[in-house]
């Protein structure tokens, strides 16, 4: 019987290289799901029915989401991945095959007589897929099995030196000043460090006011919920920036968490332009602008910043239908109509809180005109837990715009048949519904999940159901999301 290959002396170069490359894909901090992703197309590559079954595993433990986990084996039929995801790929299964002028991407630099020393071995520089395929070449038909091996590495050193962009190395983070006084906070792509930072109870990574790096060239602004901030959105911005996508996220008036005078319909009437303002903020910013295109934007909103991507995607509400929602349903719809001020305990009370909340509902809100707003550079919107009772279903039935809905079922909140049920009814098949949290609540679309006090009335509408393991599932959901936009945002070309 022929003895097995012996690589450590075969090709000790190559090796070398490897150990370059290894080291170098560790210190970039590429996102942990991309990585088991590549490591998951490579062993279809293979044909290692065992090793698929383990890295599926692995990749789905990493947040990697269903589609992009059942669609690695034919990348090339999917939109989920970005055109330069493609390019690499292409690269990865015809190593052969080079376009004229193609620069290789990436030179990895490796010691002469093995890895890293404190000796001070001279450093020397060369391309480390020369090595590979010099070894490969000199050891003829041997070199079958071994060439498979190495695809492996070759994918992850590849998406190393190519797809910054697309697993972004560090989340960047600025704030643009807004007209109003407040500040837009900007998440993006970035080759410099991150460094800790406390954000009220929150602890956080990122780098300050670093350069921004290049990557899919899209925008996406997430619109807050009543009373929220940029922190609790903090998670899905990771997501979306390691796609290579820039997050912006503006501080509506009189309705965040330093000022909330005018929550409610009066913020819901000026949240829309609001949108439309931080994409104007960010295309002033030269920095910025140099890495995006705004031609197709996308938006994503929770509870009032989904019935700020509501309005985006064409929808008409008016304060009367408010009002009227509250007439009819108050009581199985208490704190759609009266916010975070009060419960409903089942006691005698209950009667005076519905009848004193009518009547300022009534008052206040009596006005019959319709509100509409389109911005023609939003091309996509996921709503997650809307506010949508105030919204006339029909105006959704044929979005303006590509429309992705999130239902959490145990919504204490927004009662779903009132809100995100209705709309999906109304939109579908026009609309799709990204994923359905059956044991989630209202607070789902926050994350981090901010502290709340025990019995108080935010735990009660914020607070997680017993059942709902957020660990698990926001992952998967902010996969989804990042999915979503990618294919949807990516029909539209830009320059690359």
Not at 177 to 186: I, N, P
Not at 270 to 284: F, G, H, L, M, T
Not at 415 to 438: D, G, N, W, Y
Not at 479 to 490: C, H, M, N, P, R
Request: with cysteine; net charge positive.
């Amino acid at each position: 019987m022929e003895p097995c290959l012996n690589f450590y002396k075969s090709g000790p170069e190559v090796l070398n290289a490897m150990t370059g490359l290894t080291l170098h894909i560790a210190r970039l901090g590429l996102g942990k799901s991309f990585v088991k992703w590549v490591r998951l197309r490579s062993h279809h590559i293979n044909g290692c029915s065992r090793c698929i079954d383990i890295k599926t595993s692995d990749a789905c433990q990493a947040g990697e989401s269903k589609s992009r986990r059942t669609v690695g084996a034919v990348w090339g039929e999917t939109p989920l991945l970005v055109q330069q995801i493609w390019h690499l790929l292409i690269r990865l299964q015809a190593p052969n095959t080079r376009s004229p002028g193609h620069q290789w991407p990436l030179s990895f630099e490796f010691r002469s007589n093995g890895p890293s020393n404190s000796t001070g071995d001279k450093l020397r520089t060369r391309p480390w897929h020369l090595h590979i395929s010099e070894w490969l070449t000199g050891l003829g038909t041997k070199a079958f099995s071994m060439h498979r091996v190495f695809r492996t590495v070759v994918a992850l050193g590849l998406a190393s030196a190519s797809l910054s962009y697309a697993q972004a190395l560090h989340m960047g983070f600025v704030q643009l000043k807004q007209s109003d006084g407040g500040m837009t906070a900007v998440f993006y792509p970035t080759l410099e460090a991150e460094v800790p930072i406390q954000k009220g109870p929150f602890s956080f990574s990122w780098a300050g006011d670093a350069l921004p790096e290049r990557g899919n060239k899209r925008l996406i602004v997430v619109s807050h919920g009543s009373g929220g901030s940029p922190w609790v959105h903090t998670d899905l911005a990771r997501v979306l920036v390691e796609r290579g996508f820039v997050v912006a996220m503006p501080q509506h008036h009189g309705d965040n968490y330093l000022d909330q005078s005018e929550p409610g319909p009066i913020s819901w009437t000026k949240r829309p332009a609001e949108v439309s303002r931080a994409i104007d903020a960010v295309a002033k910013n030269a920095a910025l602008a140099k890495v995006l295109s705004f031609d197709a934007v996308g938006v994503f909103g929770g509870s009032s910043g989904g019935h700020t991507v509501l309005s985006l995607a064409g929808g008409t509400w008016s304060f009367s239908r408010f009002r009227d929602h509250c007439e009819k349903n108050i009581q199985q719809d208490f704190s759609s109509c009266v916010g975070f001020t009060t419960l409903l305990e089942g006691n005698w009370l209950d009667v005076l809180k519905i009848w004193a909340a009518k009547r300022i509902i009534t008052w206040r809100y009596s006005e019959d005109k319709n509100q509409q707003y389109t911005d023609s550079r939003i091309k996509a919107a996921v709503a997650m837990v809307p506010y949508a009772a105030d919204f006339d279903p029909i105006s959704l039935a044929e979005p303006k715009v590509a429309l992705g809905l999130v239902i959490a079922l145990k919504d204490v909140n927004q009662t779903p048949s009132f809100h995100v049920e209705a709309i999906r009814k109304a939109c579908l098949p026009q609309c799709e519904v990204i994923m359905t949290l059956i044991e989630a609540g209202h607070g789902a679309m926050l994350s981090p999940l901010p502290p709340m006090l025990p019995g108080s009335i935010e735990n009660y509408l914020l607070g997680d159901p017993k059942y709902f393991n957020r660990n698990i599932e926001l992952p998967r959901l902010h996969g989804l999301i990042a999915d979503f936009f990618t294919k949807k945002l990516y029909a539209f070309p830009r320059e690359l």
